[in-house]
T-cell receptor
Framework: GAGVSQTPSNKVTEKGKYVELRCDPI?????LYWYRQSLGQGPEFLIY????????DSGLPNDRFFAVRPEGSVSTLKIQRTERGDSAVYLC?????????????FGPGTRLTVL | AQSVTQLGSHVSVSEGALVLLRCNYS??????LFWYVQYPNQGLQLLLK??????LVKGINGFEAEFKKSETSFHLTKPSAHMSDAAEYFC?????????????FGKGTHLIIQP
């Protein structure tokens, strides 16, 4: 079956611009996660949705970052006034249930480059 | 707070030799532990997970890991390396508390297989 998909696969933008990154989770998965992976680092947790609501947004670095999941399926990560330090691969994952033991299925990521 | 330390950013082994990738964790509550593999230009794929059942966990592709509470370790092993095992490996931890289900990842270990 279809896995987690993310669009675009690559995004190049200029400093100060606004970007949106999209995630389509596996159908029926109620939990959705966003992570950020900088070069040479492991993924860093950003935000977790259970259904439509953000259950944990403690990983968002500042108020320029925002994410939504209005219908409990597709999610969009929004970054305002992008900075060069935002350049990274943004990963999305979904799982069938919530809870720390649940397997998270990852998408291929969106590589964001801020010039 | 929880954290993961992976010793060795790069590990090189000969084809057919034992693979040992080290992971130590820090968690104030009983952890769930995971190993993920990332092949070039692909998403993270779960190799195996520990969820407080058997301490020796068997995963895909011949990998296994042993949870040792006294050593706070969850090292990944494979008896005989294959060229196709060359990839980036990440150890991750979540915990049994409610609410925060995001994974905390180590920095990763790049496994190199010498012919």
């Amino acid at each position: 079956g279809a896995g987690v998909s993310q669009t675009p696969s690559n995004k190049v933008t200029e400093k100060g611009k606004y970007v949106e990154l999209r995630c389509d989770p596996i159908s029926g998965h109620t939990a959705l996660y966003w992570y950020r992976q900088s070069l040479g680092q492991g993924p860093e947790f950003l935000i977790y949705f259970q259904g439509t609501g953000a259950a944990d947004d403690s990983g968002l670095p500042n108020d320029r970052f925002f994410a939504v999941r209005p219908e409990g399926s597709v999610s969009t990560l929004k970054i305002q006034r992008t900075e060069r330090g935002d350049s990274a691969v943004y990963l999305c994952a979904s799982s069938a249930t919530s809870g720390g033991a649940s397997e998270q299925f990852f998408g291929p990521g969106t590589r964001l480059t801020v010039l | 707070a929880q954290s993961v330390t992976q010793l060795g950013s790069h590990v090189s082994v000969s084809e057919g030799a034992l693979v040992l990738l080290r992971c130590n964790y820090s968690s104030s509550v009983p952890p769930y532990l995971f190993w993920y593999v990332q092949y070039p230009n692909q998403g993270l794929q779960l190799l195996l997970k520990y969820t407080s059942a058997a301490t020796l966990v068997k995963g895909i592709n011949g990998f296994e890991a042993e949870f040792k509470k006294s050593e706070t370790s969850f090292h990944l092993t494979k008896p005989s390396a294959h060229m196709s095992d060359a990839a980036e490996y990440f150890c991750a931890v979540s915990y049994t508390g409610g609410g925060a289900d995001g994974l905390t990842f180590g920095k990763g270990t790049h496994l190199i297989i010498q012919p």
